[in-house]
């Protein structure tokens, strides 16, 4: 998880180097004498939170209701630290036993497979064993005493084990197939999909106008108070000592999501070598590639958070090219080896820069 952006509201886009603006507008009309309001908490192992404009007084509490919810549907279903989920259930079945997703875990996953078969396999749902060898699962933690990397064997068996193709997805009437120790983890998209949930529950409740975040990652609808879309600064990677930190990118987030995936938190360093909690499920092991964030605008939040995902493994190079191939707007940052940060943006992410 990287933070995707930093919430300004007071901001504007004067004195910005680089401002980045939807295509479309929703036509959404400022509210007189409206108020705003804020709730946040913890869930997923992180933060949310959610703003909100309403005219005049609005109670939060239902709003508080109605956001949990969501949270707790998505956590039932999909995590991977909570033993008795959805997911987990998937993934502690014996070899040979076939399951029926439910409706949310079905719509991600459907999404998370289009994605490994887009890019090869770069972003994989069936990753959780590597994830888990890692650290980066429940148990064992990187963090806690003691923990080293695995080995060499160890990483050859987890590799047998993520092949999403055994699934054997059948869409029709959401059954799937455990072929023995596949571990299925969404924690590359689920985070973006509440996101989309949690808005959309909002707008279905007569509030159009919010910004919701989980874990960094943030969809914004309609307008903040004072009639100005939901400006956000993208965090830049931080640049080696005596290097100069690269320009912020302020997006308006109107009828737009962000995710930014990242190596520069949730990493260790063993044997004087850095290891990234994103993984190459094509290899076995964290990333190496230099590449410190990507960015991902996206009308839908889980795109933006699985596309931001399969860009980072994919590297500069590559991901370049596939997310050019799918009109995905996404800014990539390269650690350069002398420590310097370069920026490539795609055709779509330059054409929001105006
Ligand atoms: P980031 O914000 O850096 O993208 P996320 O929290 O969105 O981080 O996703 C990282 C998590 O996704 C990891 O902790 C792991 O559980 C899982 N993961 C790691 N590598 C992959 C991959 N190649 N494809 C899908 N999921 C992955
Ligand atoms: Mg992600």
Request: proline content about 7%.
């Amino acid at each position: 998880m990287a933070k995707a952006g930093v919430v300004c509201l007071s901001c504007d886009p004067s004195h910005m180097n680089r401002v980045l603006v939807p295509l479309e507008l929703d036509g959404s009309m400022p509210l007189l004498g409206a108020q705003a309001h804020r709730l946040d908490g913890q869930t997923m192992g992180t933060t949310w939170q959610v703003l909100w404009v309403a005219a005049g007084p609005s109670r939060s509490e239902p709003v508080r209701v109605a956001v949990q919810q969501e949270l707790d549907l998505v956590v039932a279903q999909m995590s991977t630290w909570l033993e008795r989920s959805e997911l987990e259930r998937f993934n502690r079945a014996p070899a040979g036993t076939w399951h029926t997703a439910p409706e949310a875990m079905a719509e991600v996953l459907e999404a998370a497979l289009w994605l490994a078969e887009a890019s090869g396999g770069a972003f994989n749902p069936a990753a959780g064993a590597l994830v888990n060898l890692w650290g980066f699962g429940p148990s064992p933690r990187y963090t806690d005493p003691g923990f080293v990397p695995p080995t060499d064997g160890a990483v050859e068996d987890a590799l047998r084990l993520n092949d999403w193709r055994a699934l054997q997805w059948q869409g029709a009437s959401r059954r799937l197939y455990q072929p023995g120790g596949l571990r299925l983890d969404f924690s590359a998209i689920a985070k973006g999909y509440v996101v989309d949930r949690v808005s959309r529950r909002l707008k279905d409740m007569g509030l159009p106008h919010s910004l919701v975040e989980v874990g960094g990652e943030l969809r914004g609808q309609g307008l903040r108070l004072g009639g100005q879309p939901w400006w956000v600064d993208l965090e830049s990677p931080p640049a080696a000592t005596g290097s100069a930190r690269l320009p912020t990118t302020r997006v308006a987030l109107h009828g737009l999501c962000v995710a930014t995936s990242g190596d520069y938190r949730r990493v260790y360093t063993h044997g004087g070598v850095r290891w990234p909690h994103t993984i190459d499920p094509r290899h076995g092991r964290p990333l190496a590639n230099g590449l410190a964030s990507v960015s991902v605008l996206h009308r839908e939040c889980l795109w933006a958070d699985a596309w931001s995902t399969a860009l980072t493994v994919l590297g500069n190079e590559e991901g370049v090219a596939l997310a050019s191939a799918h009109g995905i707007a996404a800014l990539f940052v390269q650690r350069e080896p002398d420590g310097r940060l370069t920026e490539t943006l795609t055709p779509a992410m330059k054409e929001l820069a105006g």
